[in-house]
């Protein structure tokens, strides 16, 4: 029991050859700590407070150019409003709602229908990712399809799905499965097809089953291919959102942005998609938590 | 490898700058622009596919005829959209609903109306499943209609005289073919509509609750105007009112030869032509001399009935929560200019 134990830890610890997309980051990441200790005394910043430095200076940046552009009248209002009638709008839709639904509960709605195509996408794509790795024939018959509707813009495809499934939720989720797919499905086989072939053999020489061969070395080898396949794929589900409330919502926040810009209330449009923006960045920083939960081996 | 590509990239930059200097300089040194040409090099006019005498107009080339230069004619699928592109500075003329107007009015979009399109009539009309005898009947009923439209203030407008509330019924904003595939899908009980979709609701089942024509005696009158951009008309007067001279011919042409003109309209927008002389029994064409009365434009300094309707249309879409303000009556009154029609219309 215990050897299987040993490779797995082996292969967590990255030992020999490192598995997976971070193969690469793995030696340099090491290098750069090497480096760190050697020459301790140029040291001038921690790592990475450049860099955060920068990202807040970007972001105060382009809030200072935005409030000067509209303070100094250079653009029209309804093009862009100014961060106060933002703000407003966001108080306004908190509070009072748009059209009948509060900020909050137009948020919910999309980040419902979102997670349920995605989830929808990884209770399929994960274990069909797993077949198409391990079967060059099932791959044959999956591949032709996943790759044709791939590139499809959303918005082509949506028109036919509402035919079929109707206005309802349905045809919504649908298109944000359909969406989230792909990367999912693609990650999933190239994480089992990459895995190295001796770990395999050595488990199998030790005389472990299937099973183990699955719990201990498949399993573990796969995560972190799959755990990025998954964040990409919820970013491609959230681009597509705008697109899957157009036809026939009466909440969610693509929606409000879709029928904001209808009526030409830019302070909503902009309200929305900054709303929609932070919460596929709540998104994507709830699925990085995860990932060092479940790989904590890439985090060291 | 890296170094190669940035390269690459520092080359192309190069080439990129050294061709627009020549454009940025020209920018700077230029004075401020040529002194107002007498015509525009060509016209672009924005139009969404309804049956009207604008699309004679567009099928006889009668309006390069009179303004002189090429036109291109750019389609939309609802006064919101050409509104858009109104907002976007990328059409010269155009034609939206009283309440895209008012919309687009109340934001500030920078046009004015110079003509009367058309009046809506049965052409859009609110079309429902057999069994839902009345309008009080739509009561928690799913009706679809496109958001922002003439159709969808009239549906509103129409609930709210039967006691209902937006609220009361389940209300989906969906582009005309949608609603079509969702009826026939029956995913929806009712929508408020307008042609060709709404005769193929009727001739798959659907009753007439209410149409446009009957909501015009209401009080809540639709009609689509013909919009200019203002910086358009001041720097071209003598264009706009060549463009409107095009226009009243086409509006007689649909009076005076209303086969031919059936014939035209049908081939034009590829629609059937006993549908096509339907709908244009529902659509109202005013000539142009009727257009400068009290009814309808007015003449400069005395308005008419649709600049009180526009603040009528505003009024309400702030009722229903639609517009987040309304102007000063003035704004509205503004915004219609007869002057360009006046000088059309005097030989």
């Given amino acids: ?300 | 490898m890296m170094r190669h590509i940035q390269a690459t990239c520092r080359a192309a930059w190069s080439s990129i700058a050294a061709r627009l200097m020549p454009v940025l300089l020209a920018f700077v040194l230029l004075p401020a622009g040529p002194a107002a040409a007498a015509s525009p090099a060509s016209i672009r006019v924005g139009y969404v596919d309804l049956v009207n005498a604008q699309i004679i107009a567009m099928a006889l080339h009668l309006t390069e005829k009179a303004v002189g230069v090429p036109v291109t004619w750019i389609k939309f699928g609802s006064g919101g959209d050409l509104n858009r592109a109104v907002a976007a500075g990328q059409i010269d003329f155009g034609g939206v609903g009283n309440p895209p107007a008012a919309i687009g009015i109340t934001r500030g979009l920078p046009y004015e109306g110079i003509f009367v399109l058309d009046e809506l009539g049965p052409v859009e009309s609110l079309v429902a499943r057999p069994d839902i005898a009345s309008l009080k009947a739509l009561k928690g009923k799913t009706i679809a209609t496109p958001f922002g439209s003439t159709s969808h203030y009239e549906l509103i407008a129409a609930l709210a005289g039967a006691g209902l509330n937006p609220a009361d019924a389940k209300i989906l904003d969906m582009d005309p073919p949608d609603i079509f595939a969702a009826w026939i899908r029956k995913d929806i009980d009712a929508a408020y509509v307008w042609q060709p979709v709404l005769g193929k609701m009727q001739a798959s089942g659907g009753k007439i609750l209410m149409d446009s024509g009957t909501m015009a005696k209401r009080g809540y009158p639709t009609w689509d105007v013909g919009v200019v951009m203002k910086d358009f008309a001041a720097k071209y007067p003598a264009t706009v009112v060549a463009y409107l001279k095009a226009e009243c011919q086409a509006i007689d042409y649909w009076h005076h030869e209303p086969k031919k003109a059936a014939a035209l309209i049908s081939k034009s927008l590829n629609l059937d032509l006993t549908e096509t002389e339907r709908e244009m029994q529902g659509t109202y064409m005013i000539p142009c001399h009727e257009q400068l009365t009290a009814n309808y434009l007015g003449t400069p300094g005395h308005g008419g009935k649709f600049a009180i309707a526009l603040v009528a249309t505003a009024k309400f879409l702030q009722s229903q929560k639609r517009l987040p303000e309304v102007k000063d009556d003035a704004v509205y009154e503004g915004f219609i200019d007869p002057s360009f029609l006046q000088k059309a219309v005097t030989p």
């Fill in chain 1, 1 to 300: 029991m215990t050897q299987f134990a040993t490779i797995r830890d082996s292969i967590m610890r990255g030992a020999g050859k490192t598995i997976g997309r971070d193969a690469g980051n793995r030696p340099a990441r090491a290098a750069g700590r090497a480096a760190t200790q050697g020459a301790a005394s140029r040291i001038t910043l921690p790592r990475g407070s450049l860099e955060r430095l920068l990202t807040a200076a970007t972001i105060a940046a382009l809030f200072c150019a935005w409030f000067l552009l509209t303070r100094l009248e250079l653009v029209n209002p309804l093009f862009l409003p100014p961060p106060a009638a933002v703000w407003q709008a966001f108080i306004t839709t908190s509070t009072e709602g748009y059209q009948g639904s509060l900020l909050y509960q137009h948020v919910l709605a999309s980040v419902e229908r979102v997670l349920a195509g995605w989830l929808l996408a990884c209770v399929v794509g994960i274990p069909l990712g797993f077949l198409m790795g391990t079967s060059t024939r099932i791959k044959a018959v999956f591949d032709p399809i996943i790759e044709f509707y791939r590139p499809l813009p959303p918005l082509g495809l949506y028109t036919l799905i509402v035919l079929w499934l109707g206005i309802g939720e349905e045809s919504k989720i649908t298109l944000l499965f359909l969406a989230a797919l792909p990367p999912i499905t693609i990650s999933a086989t190239e994480a089992v097809k990459s895995i190295d072939r001796r770990y395999i053999t050595a488990v199998q020489s030790l005389g472990a089953d299937r099973r183990q061969l699955l719990r201990h070395v498949i399993v573990p080898a796969c995560l972190p291919g799959i755990c990025t396949g998954m964040r990409i794929s919820l970013g491609f589900t959230y681009s597509v959102l705008v697109a899957a409330e157009i036809v026939a919502a009466t909440r969610g926040i693509g929606w409000m942005v879709w029928d904001a810009a209808k009526f030409l209330l830019s302070d909503v449009v902009i309200m929305g998609l900054i709303v929609l923006g932070l919460t596929g960045l709540a998104l994507d920083l709830v699925l990085r938590r995860l990932e060092r939960a479940l790989t904590p081996w890439r985090f060291i």
